[in-house]
């Protein structure tokens, strides 16, 4: 079994900044690309920010410059570090995760979700 857990949500003012982290757990051979997506209200999934192996970098043309993703793989964590943050920011994050497992199958696994209110 793996786990994803998301922490870091809340509520903050325009201008702010929040640091969201998703830990994965449980029965883990290696870690591939991990990644952010967000669901606004009345909005579908969207990708955010991706982060390779090999520390390289993708981001949605949106959070360009604002927002940064990175990743401890000692600790098996990916970051989101969101920095002068909007009122289109609100959303429930999900962190997103390609995990090689012990039965040696990859998989994509997705966290619960942690909900960003950027407030006007």
């Known amino acids: 079994q793996v786990q994803l857990e998301e922490s870091g949500g809340g509520l903050v003012r325009t201008g702010g900044s929040l640091r969201l982290a998703c830990a994965a757990s449980g029965s883990i051979l290696a870690l591939y690309a991990m990644s952010w997506h967000r669901q606004g209200p009345g909005k579908q999934r969207e990708l955010v920010a991706r982060i390779g192996t090999g520390n390289s970098t993708t981001y949605a043309d949106s959070v360009k410059g604002r927002f940064t993703i990175s990743r401890d793989n000692a600790k098996n964590t990916v970051y989101l570090q969101m920095n002068s943050l909007e009122p289109e920011d609100t959303a429930v994050y999900y962190c997103?995760?390609?995990?090689?497992?012990?039965?040696?199958?990859?998989?994509?696994?997705w966290g619960q979700g942690t909900q960003v209110t950027v407030s006007s």
């Open positions: 997103n995760a390609l995990i090689l497992d012990t039965v040696r199958t990859t998989r994509s696994y």
